[in-house]
Every structure is written in structure tokens, then in C-alpha cells.
């Protein structure tokens, strides 16, 4: 099982950028598929998460009205599309397979509710 995320890059405050996860070895259908990101020095953190079927998603408070997180299952693909980008926002991002269709989201928000992850990808925002 792979996971691949791409699509970041280099952005000003204020712009936006949307990230990709491909999934191989693997049908994501069953799957919730979390973001999460990583700054340098900081604590691997939340972003959003999409139920196996698009359905449900949920985004932290810092991602919420900005981000929006999407998914093509005929595709394998999960989306996260960011607006409104901020300096604080500059991190490597992942996208990682949940164990479980959908959940709580107290299980949602935890790095070890998923059971795979992907490559990273940098987001850098410049002020």
C-alpha cells in the first residue's frame, strides 16, 4: 500500500494550493482519508479528514471556512484544496488512510487512528 501526496510548493499569504494523495495497492472506497501537517519543531497536527464516500468531512479549526477536502474514489484520490493561505499554514503535509470507514472525531484528530501514510509534501507561505 502507497500513498502519495503532491501538489505543494511555494505560495503567498493570501493564495491558494491544491494538494493530491494518490493511493496504489489499495482501494481508498472503504476508507476515511485524513491531512495532516507538520512544521518544523512542532508536533505532527490535524488537518482534515473525508468519510469513505465523501459524505462527512471534517476540518480543525485553523482549516475550517479555508480548506476544503474532497475525494474521487474512481480516481483513488483525495483532495485538499487551501484558500486563503496563511504564513502559519507553511508545513509538510501527509495524507494518511484511516482503519475505519468514518469515526468519531475525537479519533478523527489522532495521527494513530490511521493505518497508513504517504510521502509528504511542503507547503511554504511566504508573508
Known amino acids: 500500500v502507497q500513498l502519495q501526496a503532491s501538489g505543494g510548493g511555494l505560495v503567498q499569504a493570501g493564495g491558494s494550493l491544491r494538494l493530491s494523495c494518490v493511493a496504489s495497492g489499495i482501494t481508498l472506497d472503504y476508507y476515511a482519508i485524513g491531512w495532516f501537517r507538520q512544521a518544523p519543531g512542532k508536533e505532527r497536527e490535524f488537518v482534515s479528514a473525508?468519510?469513505?464516500?465523501?459524505?462527512?468531512?471534517y476540518l480543525s479549526d485553523s482549516a475550517k471556512y479555508r480548506f476544503i477536502i474532497s475525494r474521487d474514489n474512481a480516481k483513488n484520490m483525495v483532495y485538499l484544496q487551501m484558500n486563503l493561505l496563511e504564513p502559519e499554514d507553511t508545513a509538510v503535509y501527509y495524507c494518511a488512510e484511516d482503519r475505519n470507514a468514518w469515526g468519531p472525531t475525537a479519533a478523527l484528530v489522532r495521527a494513530g487512528e490511521y493505518e497508513y501514510w504517504g510521502q509528504g509534501t511542503q507547503v511554504t507561505v511566504s508573508s
Open positions: 473525508i468519510s469513505h464516500d465523501g459524505l462527512q468531512t
